[in-house]
């Protein structure tokens, strides 16, 4: 009988014995190989799901303004019914879902069925029972007043212990107009920032309000349009400069770039959010936030920030500025026909993130800066 030395051991010990603990080592690298296969390297730290643009009412299909694209209105809530199980149904379930506005469409109003949507699409979100931060887009205020979404299930804005600093807990430039803009901390050293893109605008804001005024002087300065939706000009940056877009209050970019700040001295990894792209090249620049270029220097003058992620423009985009930050706009799923899929799971590594996508929204590695 053939005897090998252990070189754990002091004896020596027999064939069998040897072969058994060779097999039970090609086991375990087996099950390292296939981790490893399925996320790059060691397990993430955490992941979380994103989704954008549900625009979910029970109406029959349509099409988009310039009638070039088919909207599955019903078809909508199916596909986030199929997210919610594909993340529910993980061996680790994200900790969170970043759902990037529009969840409901403006349609509901006319139906007079606001309120039944929303509860349709929050009680689908339910049954996973993973929390969900929501970031308000425009067909958020073609359904509800400012004032409503605060009191809603859309109100996902949390006071973050972790950052106990009050000039930057949550966005609250005054009591009269509070803008919907928060952080949180879903792991030590990572924080994601919600933004509201529509904190300046003429249909997130009400006459008579400061904001309001404020914003119709921006908009009409760059559109004489009657129909202020219909944008100043067929082609280039100024077409954003219409009422279904938004911008962000000197308020909440100070907030900002003071949350930024800390995150920096924290040696933090943020991912900032909005319903509304604020990169030219990450988007149709019909899409894009009004003052959007306040917010990209904002960001580069940070080296936490990581990426920043949209929705609003359903056919998607993705850039890496020269600063290295990740700009992500996201498919809109209702946009998206039924057979096909749109969301995304981010894992999140020391080092990286790797989104993996479902249907329409494309696979990406996201290194850091
Ligand atoms: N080129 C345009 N001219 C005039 N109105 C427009 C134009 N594009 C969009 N709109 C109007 O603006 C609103 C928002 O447009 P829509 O495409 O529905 O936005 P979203 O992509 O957020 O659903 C709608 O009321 C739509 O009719």
């Known amino acids: 009988m053939l005897k090998f030395k252990c070189p754990f051991r002091k004896s020596c010990v ?39 643009d549900i625009q979910y009412a029970d109406i029959e ?24 199980e594909k993340w529910k149904s993980e061996a680790v379930q994200p900790r969170f879902i970043i759902q990037l506005g529009d969840v409901i469409d403006g349609y509901n ?3 007079d069925a606001s309120e039944r949507a929303l509860e349709t699409v929050v009680n689908e979100l339910d049954k996973s029972a993973i ?33 106990a600093e009050d000039a930057v807990q949550s966005c609250s430039v005054s009591d009269t107009e509070e803008s919907y803009a928060y952080h949180f901390s879903p792991a030590p050293y990572f924080r994601f920032v919600v933004l509201d893109a529509y904190d300046l605008s003429i249909i997130g804001r009400k006459e ?20 202020l939706n219909h944008p100043p000009v067929a082609e280039g940056l100024e077409q954003r ?25 924290k040696l933090e990894k943020v991912v900032v959010v909005s319903h ?5 090249y990450s988007t149709d620049p019909i899409c894009l936030a009004w003052n959007y270029d306040r917010v990209l220097s904002i960001l580069h003058s940070h080296k936490s920030v990581v ?19 990740h700009h992500l706009t996201f498919e809109g799923v209702i946009e998206t026909p039924p057979e096909s899929e749109a969301f995304g799971t981010v894992y999140v590594y020391e080092d990286r993130m790797a989104l993996k996508g479902n249907g329409r929204v494309s696979d990406r590695v996201l290194p850091y800066p």
């Open 276 to 280: 509304l792209p604020v990169h030219p």
């Open 131 to 163: 929390e969900v931060h929501h970031v308000w887009g425009n067909h958020e205020f073609y359904n509800f007043s400012r004032d409503d979404l605060m009191m809603s299930a859309l109100n996902s804005k949390t006071v973050d212990g972790t950052m």
């Open 109 to 111: 109003k006319k139906y």
């Open 307 to 325: 990426c920043f992620m949209a929705g609003h423009d359903h056919d998607g985009g993705y850039y890496r500025d020269a600063s290295g930050v």
């Open 61 to 84: 299909d349509g099409f988009n303004f310039k009638h070039t694209r088919k909207r599955y209105y019903r078809n909508s809530l199916r596909l986030l019914r199929r997210a919610n």
């Open 241 to 265: 400069f219409v009422k279904f877009n938004g911008g962000f209050s000197q308020g909440q970019l100070d907030w900002l770039d003071r949350l930024l700040t800390l995150s920096d001295e």
């Open 14 to 52: 027999t064939e069998g014995r040897f072969l058994g603990w060779w097999a039970k080592s090609e086991k375990l690298t087996g099950r390292l190989t296939r981790t490893k296969k399925m996320y790059g390297s060691l397990p993430p730290l955490f992941t979380f799901g994103v989704i954008a």
């Open 208 to 227: 008579p309000s400061t904001r309001y005024y404020e914003a119709l002087e921006m908009l009409q300065a760059h559109n004489d349009n009657d129909d």
